[in-house]
């Protein structure tokens, strides 16, 4: 796979910050801002919530909303735990 150099501008203080965390993560510079940047990049990607349905498929999708709510044990005893965060 070909690659290609892409240039970032950083002042002294944020190159410093991101060669720390790339020594604590035991990577050099390059590799700790790329795969950094890419986990940013994939889950800016998933957190887009633009959904299209096709309009061969929207009476289906209608009836689907339209049933009744059904309980699921499992995400039920998930929401009445704490969440980490608050412990």
């Given amino acids: 796979m070909a690659t ?6 950083v ?3 944020e190159r410093a910050l991101l060669e720390a965390a790339s020594e ?5 510079l390059s590799d700790f801002v790329r795969r950094k940047a890419l986990d940013a990049a994939e889950m800016d990607l998933l957190e887009h919530r633009i959904v299209t349905i096709p309009s061969k498929d929207w009476e289906a999708f209608e009836a689907w909303a339209r ?3 059904r309980r699921i044990a499992a995400l039920e005893k998930l929401a009445a735990k ?6």
Avoid: F, G, I
Wanted: hydrophobic share 20%; no cysteine; proline share 9%.
């Fill in 67 to 69: 049933k009744p709510a």
């Fill in 24 to 28: 604590q993560s035991r990577t050099n």
């Fill in 4 to 9: 290609s150099v892409l240039s970032v501008r």
């Fill in 82 to 87: 704490t969440p980490t965060w608050r412990k």
């Fill in 11 to 13: 002042n002294d203080e």
